[in-house]
């Protein structure tokens, strides 16, 4: 069983930027696609960035397009997203999570995903 955890979560003023971090144990990372995803109070979980398991091809919710990036390092079994020109519409708590299934193509939906972290608080202050 794989353990995703999060990290890099935190305060900031809008405009400003954070880096998250996710940390997966094993010795498969490589070969799973990975996302970001988030939920805000009393709405429901939403798809934020995704990469392929090789980390070639990168996608994005439109609302994070142009502001957001997410990249992967296999040799630190380790995800990031880095957020940059933060908005008080992106507070959240922000999930890692892994694909189901070995060698699959990204996904933007949360079924596909088999394995979640705990999530990190994002709080962006206006």
């Known amino acids: 069983q794989v353990q995703l955890v999060e990290s890099g979560g935190g305060l900031v003023q809008a405009g400003g930027s954070l880096r998250l971090s996710c940390a997966a144990s094993g010795r498969t990372f490589s070969s799973y696609a990975m996302a970001w995803f988030r939920q805000a109070p009393g709405k429901e979980r939403e798809f934020v960035a995704g990469?392929?398991?090789?980390?070639?091809?990168?996608y994005y919710a439109d609302s994070v397009k142009g502001r957001f990036t997410i990249s992967r390092d296999n040799a630190k079994n380790t995800v990031y997203l880095q957020m940059n020109s933060l908005k008080p519409e992106d507070t959240a708590v922000y999930y890692c999570?892994?694909?189901?299934?070995?060698?699959?193509?990204?996904?933007?939906?949360?079924?596909?995903?088999?394995?979640w972290g705990q999530g990190t608080q994002v709080t962006v202050s206006s």
């Open positions: 999570a892994r694909r189901a299934r070995q060698y699959s193509s990204g996904s933007r939906d949360a079924s596909d995903f088999g394995s």
């Open positions: 990469i392929s398991w090789i980390g070639g091809s990168t």
